[in-house]
């Protein structure tokens, strides 16, 4: 335990040789440790949180703003770096946005004792601070290329301060919370497309060129994060309107259309591919559920956002993690059978939550969402048990930071 508290701890410990070290281990132990405390609340276990706005806004915050935003966090400041060329950021600015990180998970907890305007300042300066470490490198790219990173962190950022604005106002914080939902729709749609460029085509290439090569085309992206943006503003500022529902169809099948560049032969089975597709898979039916709840009566907009944030988040957190984890602390990608269990785990968490969540479950609900939770505990403490080595220890290699490994191996296992 010593050994691991230094490995940690020390300011030359090999933690933090790159950003995406310590947040990827901070993503994995809230998406666990998180839960835990969320089902112990719901069991009597543990008495319920004194928090600002109550309990379930302490649930849904801490996935949205604590597990999505390290997982963010720690990979635009490793991929920025690497778009740009650019030197990652200092190590003692990491340390900062670490601190600002925990206090801000923290401060909320504690909220209803120290009201929410600790948490505010650490959460919305840890925004601020990822922002003006990546926004200049990106804008001074001659063709700004990624730019889109800029805006929907700008967009996170106006969402978050308004959750805190209407929280510390005593109104209702859940709208800003689903509207921070599409923003990270949108994020994963511009994340992947730099991503799946990478991973589809080389497993197509590892398979002889068996098809053209994969594209991820933008009118197709754009198109799908416009109608994801129409939807959550449709629902933002007409809650319960029957137009939200139409819209929520809309981004359900721009997003399947998305789905068609996806389509490249059976390079679709390899795992490098099949999970991203999953992830854009339990979106599209997100939405789709939303929609048709809202069109025909049904209340299942809790069970479509379920499925949007435990199956597409949560799928989308695991490859961008398994794989920028791994390349980057220079162990290559891992084919053992940890990581198709796991996505498995959050596929099948997803969809138990969908079902306690949807009217024909009712009687079920409590061991619907008890279900969710195990899978989704059990997927996070696997990926920590395979990776913890990785991410806080050295790399295996001579190079240094945030390198990436020489080409592939499947030999290197820690």
């Not at 920590?384 to 990785?390: G, Q, T, W």
């Amino acid at each position: 335990m010593n050994r691991l508290f230094d490995r940690i701890f020390q300011t030359g410990a090999p933690v933090w040789l790159c950003p995406f070290r310590p947040f990827f281990l901070l993503t994995a132990a809230h998406g666990v440790l998180a839960m835990a405390a969320w089902i112990a609340f719901l069991s009597g276990l543990l008495p319920l949180p004194d928090v600002a706005g109550g309990a379930v806004v302490w649930h849904a915050h801490e996935m949205l703003f604590g597990f999505a935003m390290a997982s963010i966090v720690g990979f635009l400041l490793t991929a920025v770096p690497e778009f740009t060329g650019l030197p990652s950021i200092p190590r003692r600015r990491l340390q900062v946005l670490v601190a600002l990180w925990l206090g801000g998970r923290l401060a909320f907890t504690f909220s209803g004792a120290l009201t929410a305007w600790p948490a505010a300042l650490c959460d919305l300066a840890l925004l601020l601070t990822l922002i003006a470490s990546v926004a200049g490198p990106i804008w001074h790219q001659p063709d700004r290329r990624h730019v889109a990173f800029i805006y929907n962190l700008l967009a996170l950022l106006a969402v978050h301060a308004g959750f805190y604005v209407a929280l510390l106002g005593g109104h209702d914080p859940m709208p800003w919370l689903r509207l921070s939902i599409g923003v990270l729709m949108a994020l994963i749609i511009v994340a992947l497309s730099r991503i799946s460029m990478r991973l589809v085509n080389d497993v197509l290439e590892a398979q002889g060129g068996e098809s053209a090569p994969y594209l991820a085309r933008p009118p197709r992206r754009n198109l799908a994060i416009f109608a994801i943006a129409a939807y959550s503003a449709g629902e933002f500022l007409l809650p319960g309107h029957a137009v939200a529902g139409w819209l929520a169809l809309a981004a359900a099948a721009a997003i399947a259309n998305l789905l068609n560049d996806w389509h490249v032969g059976r390079a679709l089975c390899q795992r490098w591919v099949l999970i991203p597709y999953l992830g854009y898979v339990c979106m599209a039916l997100g939405y789709a559920l939303i929609g048709l709840g809202r069109l025909s009566g049904m209340e299942m907009t809790s069970a479509g956002e379920h499925l949007l944030v435990v199956g597409a988040l949560g799928l989308a957190v695991l490859i961008v993690m398994a794989v920028a984890g791994r390349m980057h602390s220079g162990w290559g990608l891992d084919h053992r059978g940890w990581l198709p269990l796991g996505a498995l785990l959050f596929v099948l968490a997803a969809l138990a939550r969908v079902g306690a969540g949807t009217p024909y479950a009712a009687a079920a609900a409590t061991a619907g969402l008890q279900a969710a939770a195990m899978l989704w505990i059990v997927g996070w403490s696997l990926y920590l048990a395979y990776s913890l080595k990785p991410l806080s220890g050295p790399r295996p290699d001579d190079r240094g930071g945030c390198d990436e490994a020489a080409p592939v191996v499947e030999a290197a296992t820690p």
